[in-house]
C-alpha cells in the first residue's frame, strides 16, 4: 500500500506565496516521475508541473516562471513553490506518481488527496 501526502495549502492574498509539500510512503521501491496537477470549480483536472527522478521539469504555460517544481528522492517527497499567485491559481492540488515500483513487482499509478489553494484578490 502507498499513499501520497499533500500539505502546505491555504488562503493567500494575491502576489503571495504558498509552497505545497507530498510525501510518498509505504511498499515503495522507487519513483518515477511525480507531479502536481489542479482542479478549479467546474472545470477539469490540469497538468501544473511535473519532474523526473533526474530532475527534468515540465511546466504549464499558465504556470512558468511563478512556480518551481522540486524532489528529494531520498524521502519520496516532491515539493511546488507557488510565487506571484493570481486569483485564477485557486484550485484543489493534487500530487501524482504515475509510475510507482512496488514490494510486489507492479509499478501503479497514484494520487493524493488533494490540498485547496485559494488565492484572493
Known amino acids: 500500500q502507498v499513499q501520497l501526502v499533500e500539505s502546505g495549502g491555504g488562503l493567500v492574498q494575491a502576489g503571495g506565496s504558498l509552497r505545497l509539500s507530498c510525501a510518498a510512503s509505504?511498499?515503495?521501491?522507487?519513483?518515477?516521475?511525480m507531479g502536481w496537477y489542479r482542479q478549479a470549480p467546474g472545470k477539469q483536472r490540469e497538468l501544473v508541473a511535473t519532474?523526473?527522478?533526474?530532475?527534468?521539469?515540465n511546466y504549464a504555460d499558465s504556470v512558468k516562471g511563478r512556480f518551481t517544481i522540486s524532489r528529494i528522492n531520498a524521502k519520496n517527497t516532491v515539493y511546488l513553490q507557488m510565487n506571484s499567485l493570481k486569483p485564477e491559481d485557486t484550485a484543489v492540488y493534487y500530487c501524482?506518481?504515475?509510475?510507482?515500483?512496488?514490494?510486489?513487482?507492479?509499478?501503479?499509478?497514484?494520487w493524493g488527496q488533494g490540498t485547496q489553494v485559494t488565492v484572493s484578490s
Open positions: 501524482n506518481a504515475p509510475s510507482v515500483w512496488v514490494l510486489d513487482g507492479s509499478r501503479r499509478d497514484y
Open positions: 509505504g511498499s515503495i521501491i522507487s519513483i518515477n516521475a
Open positions: 519532474i523526473t527522478s533526474g530532475g527534468s521539469t
